[in-house]
């Protein structure tokens, strides 16, 4: 029996990794990919890094994907405003309707969250690629000074582009660097990285106000002081893609609640930023904002979907242990597992290689996530540990190996 | 050779029982060494001790298709490709 036709919403990494899964599994029926933005699958990590520095353009931010393997039919710039769940019915934009008897996969993403203030000319947000061509230009046609709200890994990605740029530049966190993430004394580390690279890292203080008149002039803090700002630059979070679900039927709350196989409801699932799912391995019911997580979920919700009528194996917990990573000043940095909830940062020092850095977290007695900074073998040592849910112990032995020096 | 492929290669040779073969092309201008790659095919890829991308074995069989091609899916700089 042939499948009904499939509708992915959100052509995204997520959407499109779904969509060739999809076919990988043997689904030989209709498939259509919609999206709101007028471009095929790209990539976002390129957006506040080669693309703000205008190393990079449109061209190589285009995700490759063999067009005779997915065989879709697209539906580009054309947004899907309304899901009626029970009938696997889509409503766009243009008033188009669709059916999709086989399954829907639900890939909508998330957008930044908005402030007063972004409305002004230079201030800018970064999700699309629209976005980070217009950052480009006005950083292109400045010799600033450039103002950074929000030091989590946009901000601090866009302030470091801004230096190799050679833009004076300030970031301003109410916190420190993705503390929530990482912890304070990370956080504090990696403010300690911008600032030895020029930025004026500004902590513990909140934005009151953007202030221009048509075109953004400076930004003023809460405690009253006032930063030039010839450019501005909002990275303070994202929300979930689920306005068009309101009368979907789906359940949505901090995004669309699925069970632990990424199902949403009967023949729907949902992948990559918008999926809200129970990781049984954290007992963690969480969002992964992360790129990795994208293709990992959108790889496995194809899969359960067509696992509802057998024609793949059968629905398994989806279980990851979260893996993300941003480049910023010739460094990388990688965190493996969840942080979320640690009870205990440990940071280990490397006589032989001072400059990088490992930080292992943990929860109760076990490891549940390393950091590090220009430690790439060693975090993927630890990201193999953490597939077989490492003891606290377990994991400081084998740090303590791999910190060794070589016999 | 290379001891450590040698040592994945008695395991499981990668060209277990097939005629086919595939190769793995790296973009070393796009690699970053983050090692996703060699997370999902341990048997072709691995780092080494300076976190440089090491490519145990470029050709292999069908055997290896499935985490090849996984590991042309996670790699995050997209500096891999299979050719058939």
Known sequence: MTRGAIGIIGASLAGLNAGLELRRQGFAGRLVIAGDEPHKPYDRPPLSKEMVRGTWGHDETKLAFDEDELRAEWRLGDPAVALDAAAGEVTFASGVREQFPGGIVIATGAAPRIIAGCELRGVHIVRTLEDSTALHASLAATTGPVVVIGGGFVGQEVAASCRELGLPVTLIEVAAPARHALGEEVAMHLAGIHRRNGVDVRLGVAVAAIEGEGTVTGVRLADGTLLPAAVAVVGVGVTPNVDWLAESGLTLDNGIVCDETCLAAPGVVAAGDVARWPNQRYGEMRRVEHWDNAVRQAVHAARRLLAEDGSAEAALPYTPVPWFWSDQYGLKLQLIGSTFGHDEVRILADPAKPDRVLALYRRGDRLNAVFGINNAKRLLAFRRMLEDNPSWDTGLGEAALLLAPAA | ?84
């Open chain 2, 1 to 84: 050779m290379d001891h450590s492929a040698s040592n994945m290669a008695s395991r499981e040779s990668p060209f277990a029982g097939e005629d086919f073969r595939m190769k793995v092309v790296v973009d070393w201008a796009l690699c970053d060494g983050n090692g996703a790659c060699a997370l999902e095919a341990p048997t072709i890829f691995e780092l080494s001790d300076d976190d440089e991308l090491i490519v145990l074995t470029d050709e292999f069989g069908e055997a290896l298709r499935d985490q090849a091609a996984a590991a042309v899916r996670v790699c995050p700089k997209r500096a891999l490709r299979l050719e058939m």
